[in-house]
């Protein structure tokens, strides 16, 4: 049985969730998010608290249970608090430069390379050397900032790249262990 499809998940003040046949749809101060959950779950609302329950247990009714909870809880925290992910780029002459929507991004490549920034998210700058993205959908700041941070990974011999702010990077000492 799913343990972490049996949460039950209060919704904060100011928080509204309905249920329409296979979708679970969530509104809140910073936006609205709608999600279409498997045949095999059930999904109640109670009192501002959400429930999974397996329409007919089976293994995959199980991990979608989990699944769903999961998905449903990053849907409330979104809607009502946010997420936000940092990167920060390490190395002589790395940066970013954010103009409206799009990010210019300097990583020791010839040029510069110019990602534009998906709707629904916004990015802020810091420093010329770091940036934060903030957004609702967890899965959509996650992945953006995972294609930023493709652009140049941090290498292990000098830890130069980009980097999600608070990554350890492992280093190692070349050429000298010989």
Known sequence: MSRIGERRLTLPNG???????????VKGPKGEL???????????????????KQKKPSKRANVMQGTTNSLINNMIIGVSDGFS??????GVGYRFSVAGNKITVSAGYSHPII??????LSVTSESNTEITI???DKQKV???????????EPE????????YKGEYVRRKEGKKAA
Not at 15 to 25: G, R, Y
Not at 85 to 90: F, P, Q, S
Not at 156 to 163: S, W
């Open 85 to 90: 992910k940092g990167l920060e780029a390490v």
């Open 142 to 152: 996650s992945e953006f900032a995972a294609n930023i941070r493709k652009i140049r």
């Open 115 to 120: 990602v534009e920034v998906p709707t629904g």
């Open 34 to 52: 709608s999600y279409t959950f498997s045949d095999l779950i059930d999904v109640q609302i109670e009192e501002n608290v959400v429930l999974t």
């Open 156 to 163: 292990p011999y000098k830890g130069k790249g980009i980097r």
């Open 15 to 25: 928080v509204t969730a309905m249920i329409e046949k296979n979708e679970f749809k």
């Open 134 to 136: 903030h957004g609702i």
